[in-house]
């Protein structure tokens, strides 16, 4: 299990994307040409001329792709805008369609609990402006001028709602991939002595004259945040036992630090390059007006960052020999920082040749940012992520290696933030396996895997604590619709995903395989499942009919009167049964067929974290029916399952457990249900002694711990088990007169019939009435109570 990971309450935990990767749609809604597409149609530019035409067609399914992320439990989405599908031209007409999708997305997204983090510009320039006006290296304003237009356009449709903006996506890429190595759009590398420099120029630019139109016309007004992302890798000194060669390597480092992270990061907070790329590159590096420097300096409200791997730096041979670089097109960026980067051969690798798994990395990158920049809204990480060989269902559908990274990395960014890195937010990427540029579809980052030919998605279903679900997944697929999980009975197991956290400080379970798999057929927990279904069963037999006494309910068919609606089995076993388990040399394994497990319908509470359901079940498992094996028979049980789900139509779902539940406990749950009317955690698997003890003690022990709890002073129970003080106006939940003409019948009961002056406890139990259990706010402190009072 992976190490409990805390960070602080207001995190913010999200997802990234870009618009050419995902949408799609290329040709509809009124959107015009970007130089990816013209360089993605461009023969030998990408792989076997994959284009994002297509991509993952999020332009057509935004609404269904919105459903995952809030199924996944992300808080944040950052996706960014086509400038061609908003103003296709890149200057002039506004495309009414393009605003309204990204409108409707946005929506759709507010309406989910999830927050926007909208790029204006994320290389995905419009074709027209790089054929009129050379794009980013016209030497006049007109690209300024036609982005600051489109950054307007923007602020005005959609600054009502969205908060945080960001102007440019990582410009070092664009300007050193697509101007100096060629291989990204527009595809330019025939001058990469200058031009990555122009680009970054008039980049930077746009960038301060964007801000500077949000903070005077906007940002009072919308109450938002804007900042610029920057691409990194942590350059760390070359090891050695030389005291000056280790000199040289700390220098070597420095100095692509500085032309890495620097040339972006010193003109945006500090207003102006750096000193050492000034001095190494002379008139190849285009200079600030003493305005563009004003606007510059301070530009950014926050830093955001990107970060994908870290190398290795020492000199270089020509700058060991005294070489300057050349200022001809004999010359290369990559000659210019004096340092040769490479990575240590024990270092992990990735599918992707440039991503090395390096947390340290990170984490000393968050450190040095705070002390060097000092961003007054702290950073955020805007993506992290790693791609691994999966290139199938198959194959992806563990993805451990991707947890053991986010594990890596999260420790890192954790130990940044206690050393005093001010890290309010962490966004990986990608929320999908998307297209990567031209790479096309070979490479996978995605938390969610996606079938390029079909456009199939598969993910997890989320657990209890919202973390992995383990063991078995769901798939939702081309067109999301719900009948192909059940034409698959709920699909093959599937990739895992990263949600975020759905408690205050717990991480342990977000970042991680969740619980561990209870295999009853083997394993290291196999001896500990069948010590326990022995003590389990042995109990249950003392307790089956005691000196005669039976239970009221549950019985065959019953709907009780009160707040709880289920039907049950009669628990019907006789001792012939029993001794076919065979307890002596193997554990009784859950089966459908069995009587001994109930067939129950249960309410769904807010995060359907419900716990009560069958035996021997466990957390993370597909929802199984009468107590799902764990082995050849899983599809039969999820089959059987669908089938019940089928007759009983519009009738509440069926519940997981956390851990092994006994059966008796199905009448304390009836119990609490009717006065509490909550499915409630507390049914859990009892702990240490209690495990031991037939139902009725239990519910005595259970008191007794509930009244040491008791404190002297009104309080009331929070999430997860917790406790806060009322207001001192409020009386105190737990008075006994008031509890106990809680448990009056509904309809002679005064507390429900009041109106005001009650607890929050007894007013979430008077909002209650069958069918709107979701309505209900109650908690593992106020069913121990119910039990204990109405059970003894």
């Known amino acids: 299990m992976p190490q409990e990971i805390q960070f602080p309450d207001n995190f913010m935990w999200g997802a990234s994307t870009a618009s050419y990767q995902v949408e799609g749609g290329a040709k509809d809604g009124g959107r015009g040409d970007s130089i990816w597409d013209a360089f993605s149609h461009t023969p030998g530019k990408t792989f076997k001329g994959q284009t994002g035409d297509v991509a993952i067609d999020h332009f057509h399914r935004y609404k269904e792709d919105v459903a995952l992320m809030k199924q996944i439990g992300i808080k944040g989405y950052r996706f960014s805008m086509s400038w061609s599908r908003i103003i296709p031209a890149g200057v002039g007409e506004v495309n009414e369609e393009g605003v309204a999708f990204y409108n409707n997305l946005i929506n759709e997204l507010l309406a989910n609990g999830i927050t926007?983090?909208?790029?204006?510009?994320?290389?995905?320039?419009?074709?027209?402006?790089?054929?009129?006006?050379?794009?980013?290296?016209?030497?006049?304003?007109?690209?300024?001028?036609?982005?600051?237009?489109?950054?307007?356009?923007?602020?005005?449709?959609?600054?009502?709602?969205?908060?945080?903006?960001?102007?440019?996506?990582?410009?070092?890429?664009?300007?050193?991939?697509?101007?100096?190595?060629?291989?990204?759009?527009?595809?330019?590398?025939?001058?990469?002595?200058?031009?990555?420099?122009?680009?970054?120029?008039?980049?930077?630019?746009?960038?301060?004259?964007?801000?500077?139109?949000?903070?005077?016309?906007?940002?009072?007004?919308?109450?938002?945040?804007?900042?610029?992302?920057?691409?990194?890798?942590?350059?760390?000194?070359?090891?050695?036992?030389?005291?000056?060669?280790?000199?040289?390597?700390?220098?070597?480092?420095?100095?692509?630090?500085?032309?890495?992270?620097?040339?972006?990061?010193?003109?945006?907070?500090?207003?102006?390059?750096?000193?050492?790329?000034?001095?190494?590159?002379?008139?190849?590096?285009?200079?600030?007006?003493?305005?563009?420097?004003?606007?510059?300096?301070?530009?950014?409200?926050?830093?955001?960052?990107?970060?994908?791997?870290?190398?290795?730096?020492?000199?270089?041979?020509?700058?060991?020999?005294?070489?300057?670089?050349?200022?001809?097109?004999?010359?290369?960026?990559?000659?210019?920082?004096?340092?040769?980067?490479?990575?240590?051969?024990?270092?992990?690798?990735?599918?992707?040749?440039?991503?090395?798994?390096?947390?340290?990395?990170?984490?000393?990158?968050?450190?040095?940012?705070?002390?060097t920049y000092q961003p007054k809204n702290g950073i955020f990480i805007t993506e992290n992520g790693s791609s691994w060989p999966d290139q199938t269902k198959e194959e992806g559908i563990k993805d451990t290696k991707r947890i053991d990274f986010f594990e890596q990395y999260l420790t890192g960014v954790r130990e940044a933030i206690a050393e005093g890195a001010d890290v309010r937010g962490y966004f990986t990427w990608s929320l999908f396996d998307n297209y990567e540029w031209a790479a096309g579809f070979t490479i996978r980052f995605g938390l969610i895997w996606v079938d390029f030919d079909t456009l199939e998605l598969a993910m997890a279903t989320p657990s209890r604590d919202g973390g992995f679900s383990d063991p078995s997944f769901i798939s939702v697929g081309d067109p999301y619709a719900q009948k192909k999980a059940k034409e698959r009975g709920l699909g093959d197991d599937l990739k895992p995903f990263l949600t975020c956290p759905l408690k205050k400080g717990k991480l342990a379970a977000t970042f991680g395989p969740g619980y561990p798999k209870f295999d009853p057929l083997g394993g290291e927990y196999a001896e500990q499942y069948k010590l326990d279904a022995r003590r389990r069963l042995e109990n249950t037999k003392k307790f089956i009919k005691p000196n005669g006494f039976t239970y009221p309910s549950p019985a065959e068919n019953h709907t009780s009167s009160g707040d709880y609606y289920g039907s049950f089995n009669k628990f019907e076993r006789d001792e012939d049964d029993i001794a076919k388990a065979k307890l002596e040399n193997s554990a009784p394994r859950p089966n459908p067929k069995d009587k001994q497990f109930e067939k129950k319908n249960m309410l769904t509470n807010p995060g359907r974290r419900g716990t009560f359901g069958y035996a021997g079940t466990l957390i993370g498992g597909s929802m199984p029916a009468m107590g799902a094996d764990f082995g050849s028979e899983r599809r039969e049980t999820r089959l059987a399952e669908e089938r019940h789900k089928k007759a009983i139509g519009d009738r509440k779902p069926f519940k997981s457990t956390t851990e092994g539940v006994d059966f008796f406990d199905s009448h304390e749950h009836v119990a609490a249900s009717r006065v509490m009317g909550w499915d409630d955690q507390c049914l859990a698997k009892p702990p240490g002694a209690q495990e031991l003890m037939n139902p009725k003690e239990r519910a005595a022990a259970r008191a007794a711990t509930y009244k040491s709890w008791k404190p002297s002073h009104p309080i009331k129970s929070g999430e997860n088990g917790t406790f806060e003080k009322y207001p001192e106006r409020l009386p105190d939940p737990y008075d006994e007169a008031v509890v106990n003409r809680a448990m009056l019948p509904n309809r002679r009961n005064p507390v429900k019939l009041a109106t005001k002056d009650l607890p929050q406890a007894l007013r979430d139990r008077k909002a209650f009435k069958p069918g709107n259990g979701p309505k209900t706010k109650l908690t593992r402190g106020t069913c121990l109570m119910g039990i204990s009072k109405h059970h003894l």
């Open 116 to 371: 926007p983090y909208v790029t204006l510009y994320h290389w995905d320039l419009p074709l027209a402006l790089q054929t009129e006006f050379d794009g980013w290296l016209g030497a006049g304003s007109q690209v300024h001028d036609a982005f600051v237009a489109y950054a307007r356009v923007c602020f005005e449709r959609f600054g009502d709602r969205v908060k945080n903006w960001i102007t440019l996506n990582e410009p070092w890429v664009h300007s050193v991939m697509g101007f100096a190595l060629g291989v990204h759009a527009p595809g330019r590398r025939h001058n990469g002595h200058k031009e990555p420099y122009m680009c970054g120029h008039n980049l930077l630019i746009a960038h301060s004259q964007a801000v500077d139109l949000y903070r005077k016309e906007f940002q009072e007004l919308q109450v938002g945040q804007i900042g610029i992302t920057l691409s990194a890798d942590w350059r760390l000194p070359a090891p050695t036992d030389d005291p000056e060669e280790m000199k040289e390597n700390i220098a070597a480092a420095e100095r692509s630090i500085a032309f890495h992270l620097g040339w972006f990061a010193d003109p945006v907070y500090k207003g102006d390059y750096p000193q050492v790329m000034k001095g190494r590159l002379g008139d190849r590096l285009p200079k600030f007006t003493e305005e563009q420097k004003k606007l510059l300096k301070g530009s950014s409200d926050f830093f955001g960052l990107n970060n994908y791997s870290s190398s290795l730096a020492k000199p270089s041979e020509s700058y060991k020999a005294g070489v300057n670089p050349p200022s001809d097109s004999t010359s290369s960026f990559f000659l210019d920082d004096g340092a040769t980067a490479f990575e240590d051969p024990s270092w992990e690798p990735t599918a992707a040749k440039w991503n090395f798994v390096t947390p340290w990395g990170l984490k000393k990158l968050c450190l040095h940012i705070s002390k």
